[in-house]
């Protein structure tokens, strides 16, 4: 079973910018579809972002388009590059895999751990 891991969160100031990574290790995800999800405190786990399988479709809510772009290379490695940061994007951010760039949770059967992404005002 892959295993994912988040990495590059961190505490900036507002108008920063962070780049996530999201690593599989066990096997390749190079075939399945991978979703940035985050939780802010005291708030329920929402949608960021999605790729395809090939890279040839992405998704995003409507609060980071524009600022947040996502990404990901041959080497098994996703991103999620983010621009603007505002502190209204603090949360815990996880990377899942599934099937399907779909913005419900539920596509997605393998999730991180999470990564902490604090912006200060």
């Known amino acids: 079973q892959v295993q994912l891991v988040e990495s590059g969160g961190g505490l900036v100031q507002a108008g920063g910018s962070l780049r996530l990574s999201c690593a599989a290790s066990g096997r390749t995800f190079s075939s399945n579809a991978v979703g940035w999800f985050r939780r802010a405190p005291g708030k329920e786990r929402e949608f960021v972002a999605a790729?395809?399988?090939?890279?040839?479709?992405t998704k995003y809510t409507d609060s980071v388009k524009g600022r947040f772009t996502i990404s990901r290379d041959n080497a098994n490695t996703v991103y999620l590059q983010m621009n603007s940061l505002e502190p209204e994007d603090t949360a815990v951010y996880y990377c899942?895999?599934?099937?399907?760039?779909?913005?419900?949770?539920?596509?997605?059967?393998?999730w991180g751990q999470g990564t902490q992404v604090t912006v200060s005002s």
């Open positions: 790729i395809s399988w090939n890279g040839g479709s």
């Open positions: 899942a895999i599934g099937w399907m760039t779909a913005q419900a949770m539920g596509a997605y059967n393998n």
